[in-house]
Nanobody, 124 residues
Framework: QVQVVESGGGLVQAGGSLRLSCAAS????????MGWFRQAPGKEREFGAA????????VYADSVKGRFTISRDNVKNTVYLQMNSLKPEDTAVYYC?????????????????WGQGTQVTVSS
């Protein structure tokens, strides 16, 4: 089995930066992609970014493109989300997810394993 655990959330002022980490353990060789989603209070979970563990291909939601950067370290089985120029509307619980599908998905159902989430709060 695979488990993923997020870390790095916290409180930051608008315009600031945070880096989230997601550590995967278990049968990580079965994974094709890792992604970040977020869910704000009263809203549906939305896609943020994803990266393939193989060639490092990435995909971003329009809402974070140019501000967030996803990266991976396959030796450490860890994926990072560098978040810059944060806005109050980025406030949400951020979830890491892992996928065994051979595609870089942006839909929740395309991911098989989910972490517990880490809170990110951006103050104005």
């Amino acid at each position: 089995q695979v488990q993923v655990v997020e870390s790095g959330g916290g409180l930051v002022q608008a315009g600031g930066s945070l880096r989230l980490s997601c550590a995967a353990s278990g049968r990580t060789n079965s994974l094709y992609a890792m992604g970040w989603f977020r869910q704000a209070p009263g809203k549906e979970r939305e896609f943020g970014a994803a990266i393939s563990r193989g060639d490092g291909s990435t995909v971003y939601a329009d809402s974070v493109k140019g501000r967030f950067t996803i990266s991976r370290d396959n030796v450490k089985n860890t994926v990072y989300l560098q978040m810059n120029s944060l806005k109050p509307e980025d406030t949400a619980v951020y979830y890491c997810a892992a996928s065994r599908r051979y595609e870089l998905g942006s839909r929740s159902y395309e991911y098989d394993v989910w972490g517990q989430g880490t809170q990110v709060t951006v103050s104005s």
